[in-house]
């Protein structure tokens, strides 16, 4: 405790220790009366005192339980409740419905085909054949699904060429959905004119084949005969 905090009382002169002929408590009694007072008050602190740790607890599990309370109780609320351009069904709670992609399909390509087949989709001759203009990527969705999914090699013929190297398994490692924008995209690049792919298409593909190893050309030409122009 600081001097500033006493009672003025205590700063007044002493008197004779008898008290005897003077007004007021003698010094004997202020020192009980002051003992008495520092027993009952608290000192005063500086700064905040901390605040009770249940009442900390007690915050917490409010904010908790309104958590809980709001992700329950808020009937689907979303900010594109409020967006008039949003598709219908995100508004609705529900899955947003899958768009083939030619613009999604270009950049999967570029960073999952292009390596081989080349941007400009003409492949390296002697090595990779072209995706452009081949009757391989055109008709028939399945078949390029599945050349995606499980690779190719073995000897093909595309274009009039003949090749005779390997193609990986692509397609284990994407997305339905991305296979299904990378179709969608050599299927309509470069000249290329079939029509786009969907990702349940994909989906009911893979499902198909399973783990398959990769094709042989010849064994997916007799799944998917190449259409006669
Ligand atoms: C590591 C190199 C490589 C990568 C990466 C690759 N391919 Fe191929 N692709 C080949 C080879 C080699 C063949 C020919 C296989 C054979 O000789 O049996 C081929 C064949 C094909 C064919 C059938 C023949 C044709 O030219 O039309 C298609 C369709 C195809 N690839 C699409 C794709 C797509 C789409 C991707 C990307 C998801 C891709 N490839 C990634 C090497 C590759």
């Known amino acids: 405790m600081n001097d500033r905090n006493r009672h003025p009382d205590n700063n007044r002169p002493r008197r004779g220790p008898s008290g005897a002929g003077s007004e007021g408590p003698s010094d004997g009694r202020l020192v009980e009366v ?24 007690l915050f917490c599990g409010f904010g ?34 899958f768009e083939p992609d030619a613009a999604k399909g270009e950049k999967l390509f570029l960073a999952n085909c292009a390596a081989c087949h080349q ?24 078949r390029v699904i599945k050349a995606i999914l499980a690779g190719l090699a073995g000897e093909i013929e595309v274009n009039g060429v003949k090749y005779n190297g390997n193609m990986p398994n692509i397609g284990a490692g994407l997305k339905d959905a991305q296979i299904a924008h990378i179709a969608t995209y050599v299927r309509q690049a470069w000249g290329n004119t079939a029509e786009p792919v969907m990702d349940t298409k994909v989906a009911e593909v893979r499902k198909a084949i399973g783990n398959r190893a990769q094709y042989i050309p010849a064994d997916l030409l007799k799944e998917h005969p190449l259409e006669t122009k």
């Open 34 to 57: 002051h003992s008495q007072l520092s027993r009952d008050k608290d000192e005063p602190a500086e700064g905040f005192s901390l605040t009770p740790i249940f009442i900390v607890f």
């Open 64 to 97: 908790f339980w309104a958590g809980l309370y709001l992700t329950q109780n808020s009937g689907n609320f979303a900010p594109s409740a409020f967006d008039l351009n949003a598709p219908k069904a995100a508004v609705a709670g529900g899955p947003v419905a």
């Open 119 to 142: 941007a400009t989709g003409l492949g390296v001759p002697g090595a990779f054949p072209p995706l452009a203009k081949s009757a391989w990527v055109a008709g028939s969705e399945e």
